[in-house]
C-alpha cells in the first residue's frame, strides 16, 4: 500500500466576498467567514514487507511489515493483513524460505543469506527494471521465472537450485549477468543446460538425476560433487576443484571433461565412448 502523508498546513480566517452572504434563523444577512486551508508538501509511504516465518507466499502470517524499511528483522512488527505483490509493496526481503504456489508479480526483492524463494508452482515475474536479488537460494522447482527487463543478482554464497518433479531445461530467465555462484542438479528426471552458462564460480553440486550440458561450454571454478550423473555432449566442462562424482559420468558425443583440480577423488561409472578426459 501507499500512503501520503501531508506537512506544512496552515489554517487561517477570512471574509468572503461582499456579494456572499450568510442569513442567521432570524433572517438577518451578514458577510460569511471562510476558512482558508493552505497545503504544504507531501511524500509517499510505501509498506515494506518481510517474511520472518517460513511458508507459503499467500500466507499472511509468513510477512510482516514497516513503512520505513531497513534489513533488521526486529524493524518488521506489524502483521501483514495482505500478501506483498509488485503493486503494493515498496520493497521485499525474504528472512525465512517462502514457496510460491501460483503466479506472482513482484519488484525490489532480496533473498537472504542462509534463506530460500522457491518456485515450486506458477510464474514469477519480476516487474520493471528493479532486481532480484539472490544472496541465498533461488529453488527452480516447477514453477517459472520471467525477469523482463529486471536484473537478477547472484550474491557471493548464493545458490542456483534445481528441484522440479520433471524434466527441467535452464533458461536465460535464471542465469544472470553476474554469473552463477553455487549450481545445484537435485531433480530425479534430470536437468538440461539449456542456455549459456559459461562459468560457476562457486560448486557444481550433483544431488540427484543427470544434468546434461548438450553443447555448452563451461568452466566450474569450485568443486564438483555428488552422487548424481553428468552428461557431455560436444561440449566442453572445465573443472578446476576437487572432483568427486559417484555416478554416471557419459559422452554422448565429441566433448571434454578437464579436469584441473589438486583433488580427483572418483570419477563414478565412466563412459568414455566419445568423450575425453582431460588431466590439466
Not at 502483521?79 to 508479480?105: H, R
Not at 537472504?112 to 508452482?121: A, E, F, K, P, W
Amino acid at each position: 500500500s501507499i500512503y501520503y502523508k501531508l506537512s506544512d498546513i496552515s489554517i487561517t480566517q477570512g471574509t468572503a466576498p461582499d456579494n456572499i452572504i450568510s442569513t442567521d434563523q432570524r433572517g438577518a444577512s451578514s458577510p460569511r467567514e471562510t476558512i482558508n486551508i493552505t497545503m504544504g508538501s507531501y511524500q509517499a509511504i510505501h509498506t515494506y514487507y518481510m517474511a520472518k516465518s517460513p511458508g507459503n507466499w499467500d500466507d499472511d502470517a509468513v510477512w510482516f511489515t514497516n513503512t520505513i524499511g531497513g534489513t533488521t528483522p526486529g524493524a518488521y512488527t506489524t502483521v501483514a493483513t495482505v500478501t506483498p505483490s509488485a503493486s503494493n509493496s515498496g520493497g521485499i526481503i525474504i528472512n525465512a524460505d517462502v514457496t510460491v504456489i501460483a503466479d506472482l508479480e513482484i519488484d525490489q526483492i532480496t533473498v537472504n543469506s542462509g534463506r530460500s524463494l522457491i518456485l515450486n508452482l506458477g510464474t514469477v515475474t519480476v516487474t520493471g527494471s528493479t532486481d532480484l536479488v539472490v544472496n541465498g537460494s533461488l529453488d527452480m522447482g516447477d514453477g517459472a521465472l520471467s525477469m523482463g527487463g529486471a536484473v537478477l543478482l547472484y550474491g557471493d554464497s548464493s545458490s542456483l537450485i534445481y528441484s522440479g518433479s520433471g524434466e527441467q531445461t535452464t533458461t536465460l530467465e535464471e542465469m544472470s549477468a553476474s554469473g552463477v555462484v553455487n549450481l545445484v542438479i537435485d531433480n530425479t528426471d534430470g536437468v538440461v543446460l539449456g542456455s549459456d552458462l559459461t562459468t560457476i564460480s562457486g560448486n557444481l553440486t550433483l544431488t540427484d538425476g543427470t544434468f546434461t550440458t548438450g553443447d555448452y561450454d563451461f568452466t566450474v571454478e569450485g568443486d564438483t560433487t555428488g552422487s548424481g550423473n553428468l552428461t557431455i555432449d560436444s561440449g566442453t566442462v572445465d573443472v578446476n576443484g576437487t572432483f568427486n562424482v559417484t555416478g554416471t559420468i557419459d559422452f554422448t558425443d565429441a566433448g571434454n571433461l578437464k579436469l584441473g583440480g589438486a583433488t580427483i577423488t572418483s570419477l563414478g561409472n565412466l563412459l568414455t565412448d566419445f568423450g575425453t578426459v582431460y588431466y590439466d
